[in-house]
């Protein structure tokens, strides 16, 4: 015997039957993706408004200071502790002249926003100075590795950086490691010649 009610209205195959299994399924599967929309609203990130007191450990010492989400690492830096050292070439970082140490790592400051860097140790180039400057400062001034100056505390930076995590670094891998920073004056020899004098010892 013919079961009428699955054929009802159907000269196609598809009947109110498969039409109402769908019409569950389709909205069981409605119900699970409102749910996981929700979900991603929950756990997503956490929307920042106006300006925030934050505090900042920089070169050893923590620094309390009030930024706007929008604000950079660099921002912070240069125009409310005034360390000026990291230079504001490239918003991007292509020229590597915000160079600064993140927990070790260099990092273009241009690019990191304030916020971003609570929680981790930065390092500027100021902490390289003083009475008995580090000798990759040393070496820069011993074989005149600057002209106007300006990518000078990134290059610095990026040396001190590279050759703590390689020591023995030769001439071919200083130039391999440092081709994140730009020197508009072309001082890249010097500047390769001072790192590899740090390495020798010199
Ligand atoms: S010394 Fe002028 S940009 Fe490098």
Redesign the pocket.
Known sequence: MTDSRNKTGSSSGFNRRDFLRGSGAAAAAAAVQTQAAQAMQDSGPAIVRGSQKIALNINGSQHDVTVEPRTTLLDVLRHQLDLTGAKPVSADGSSGASTVLIDGKPATASTILALTAVGKKIQTIESLGGDNPDPVIQAFVKHDA???????PGFVIAVRAFLNKNPNATEAQIREGLNGNI???G?YANIVQAAVAVVKGA
């Open positions: 600057q002209q106007c100056g300006f990518c000078t020197c508009r004056c001082t």
